[in-house]
C-alpha cells in the first residue's frame, strides 16, 4: 500500500466501525499521540518509540510519540504534535495530518485520540533522552498481516479485557500501540 492508497481508503471509510475495545467507566485522563506515516521506495512504514528505561510509568514500552493534553494545547492535534516535537524532535511543520481514529480507552484510565500524520522521509530525528530510548520504523505491511496480530485475555476486577500484541523484529509491540494499530488496519480495510 502507498500513500495514495492510504490516503483513500482512509477518507472513504466510516470510523463508526472501530471496534476500540475497552471502555472505561470512570472519569478519564485526556491523551493524544501521534500514529506518524512515512512513504518510502518500498511502501508505507509506521514510526515508533521506545521509551526510556528509567521512566515511573511504562518503562522500555513501544509507543507513539504523544501524551496528556495540556491546558496550553489548543486541541487534540496540537497534543499530538507538541508531544512529538518534545520526545522525538519532529518539527510540527513537517506532519501533514490526515485525520484521527475514533478514542481508545486503557485500563488505567485514558482516553487516547491517535492522530495520523505522515512525515518526510530520512526525518532527523532529535530525541529526549528524558523520554525516549530509540526511535524505529516498521513495514505497515507487518500490521495489515492478520497472522501477526496477538491476543491475550486478561481479567480484571472482573472484567475480561483483550490485550493485543503485534511483536516485530526484537520489539515488543503491545497494549494500547497494538490496539491503536489494529483499529487503523480494520479502518483501512
Partial sequence: MDKQQFLQRFSFHHLGDIESGYHHAGNLKHASVLIPLVQTEQGIEVILTKRAQHLKHHPGQISFPGGKVEATDIDLTDTALREAEEEIGLNRKDVAIVGQLKDYHTITGFK??????????DYPFNIDPNEVEEVFSVPFPHFINEKNHLTYQLKRQGIEHNIY????????????TAAILKDLVGHLK
Wanted: hydrophobic share 50%; proline share 14%.
Fill in 112 to 121: 487516547i485520540t491517535p492522530i495520523i500524520g505522515f512525515i518526510p522521509g
Fill in 165 to 176: 500484541f503485534m511483536p516485530y523484529l526484537n520489539y515488543n509491540i503491545w497494549g494500547a
